[in-house]
C-alpha cells in the first residue's frame, strides 16, 4: 500500500509540475514561485547535507562530460540565470526545491575559480562560484547527477556550475533555450 501511495504522491507532483513549468509568466525578484520536479521526503536530502549546514566543501566530478562543480558529497552546483553578483532572485519557495550552498565555501582539489559570498534576503550567507550564488537541486538524489541542468525554472534557467566557470552564452555553439534537448546545454 505504501508503495501505491509513494508512486501516486509522485505522479501528482509531476503533473503539478509540469503544469507549472510550462508557464511563461515571470515574477519579482524576491516574490519568484518554484515549479520543481521530483520532490519527495527523499529527494529533499540535499537540504540537510553540508551545503546547506553551514560552510560547504566544494569539489569537482565529471558528469556528462564536463568538469562540474560539486558538493562533498558528490551532489552538483547550479547558478541561476537572474541572479546577478550580490543578489540571490531565489527566494522562498524557490529556495525549497534549490537549496543555496551555505557560505562560505573551500575549495577542493580541481576548484579553480574565485570562491565568494553573498548575504541572502533572510541574511544567511549564500557561497559564490566565480560570481554565480551557488545552489543544490533536490531532484538530484544521488551524486553525479544534474537534473537541473538547462531547467526553466522558477522565472529562469539553471544551469550547472561548471569548473571553468563559463556561461551558456560562452561556449561554442551555445544556446540560452529554455527547453532540455540533452548533450552539454550549450556547454
Not at 508503495?3 to 501516486?8: D, E, P, R, S, V
Not at 540571490?88 to 575559480?113: E, L
Request: glycine letters at 16%; proline letters at 6%; hydrophobic letters at 35%.
Amino acid at each position: 500500500m505504501r508503495k501505491i501511495w509513494g508512486a501516486a504522491g509522485l505522479a501528482a507532483i509531476a503533473l503539478a509540475v509540469s503544469a507549472c513549468g510550462s508557464s511563461s509568466s515571470s515574477s519579482a525578484a524576491s516574490g519568484s514561485t518554484p515549479a520543481a520536479a521530483g520532490s519527495s521526503p527523499a529527494a529533499s536530502a540535499p537540504a540537510s547535507s553540508p551545503a546547506a549546514a553551514g560552510g560547504s566543501a566544494l569539489a569537482v566530478r565529471t558528469i556528462g562530460g564536463q568538469q562540474v562543480v560539486t558538493n562533498s558529497a558528490g551532489h552538483t552546483l547550479y547558478w541561476f540565470a537572474p541572479d546577478t553578483s550580490t543578489t540571490s532572485k531565489c527566494t522562498g519557495s524557490c529556495s525549497t526545491y534549490w537549496p543555496p550552498v551555505k557560505g562560505p565555501a573551500t575549495a577542493g582539489s580541481g576548484v579553480t575559480g574565485t570562491l565568494g559570498t553573498i548575504t541572502r534576503s533572510d541574511g544567511t550567507m549564500q557561497a559564490t562560484y566565480d560570481g554565480h550564488p551557488l545552489y543544490t537541486y533536490v531532484a538530484d538524489t544521488a551524486p553525479g547527477q544534474a537534473k537541473g541542468n538547462g531547467l526553466n525554472l522558477s522565472g529562469g534557467l539553471w544551469y550547472e556550475m561548471t569548473v571553468s566557470g563559463a556561461t551558456p552564452a560562452a561556449g561554442a555553439g551555445a544556446s540560452a533555450s529554455p527547453s532540455k534537448t540533452g548533450g552539454g546545454y550549450g556547454y
